[in-house]
């Protein structure tokens, strides 16, 4: 058993991109994967990604307005992949799902803040399991 299409195709980049949000513009960014093996296959990738803000006139950014876009496009992905959404939590600056399909259990966890020098830090890490059959 492999890991689920959502996890396989996500990517924070592209999803905010998605979003079109003229006052972010991406400045750096990485990204990484990684995975373990035994009775039960543990998948994880994680994005840190930082975007410069800017502000003119009356276009303000608006993060909390940000964030619920992309829970709700972050959700979409989901539905769109198959995947049933278990549980869905959220705060003030972060968000997240639980998720399953067929034998994959799943969590992604999204996080943003405000820096310093009109900055602004996305956080993404997606955990999940498979388990294994040996036959």
């Known amino acids: 058993?492999?890991?689920?299409s959502f996890y396989s195709n996500f990517s924070l980049?592209?999803?905010?991109?998605?979003?079109?949000?003229p006052e972010l513009k991406s400045s750096a960014g990485n990204s990484g994967d990684g995975k373990s093996f035994?009775?039960?296959v543990k998948y994880r990738r994680d994005f840190d990604l930082e975007y410069k803000i800017e502000e003119y006139g009356n276009k303000k950014f608006?993060?909390?307005f940000f964030l619920d876009?992309?829970?709700l496009q972050i959700s979409e992905e989901l539905a769109n992949s198959g995947t049933y959404t278990q549980s869905v939590g959220f705060s003030s600056?972060?968000?997240h799902f639980d998720y399953s399909?067929?034998?994959n259990k799943g969590w992604?966890?999204?996080?943003?803040?405000?820096l310093e020098g009109n900055r602004y830090r996305l956080w993404c890490v997606i955990r999940e399991q498979v388990e294994s059959k040996d036959n």
């Open 1 to 4: 058993m492999t890991e689920s």
């Open 13 to 21: 980049n592209k999803t905010v991109k998605q979003l079109n949000v």
């Open 38 to 40: 035994g009775e039960i």
């Open 62 to 64: 608006d993060e909390k």
């Open 69 to 71: 876009q992309l829970r």
């Open 93 to 95: 600056n972060s968000f």
């Open 101 to 103: 399909k067929d034998d």
């Open 108 to 114: 992604i966890e999204v996080a943003g803040a405000r």
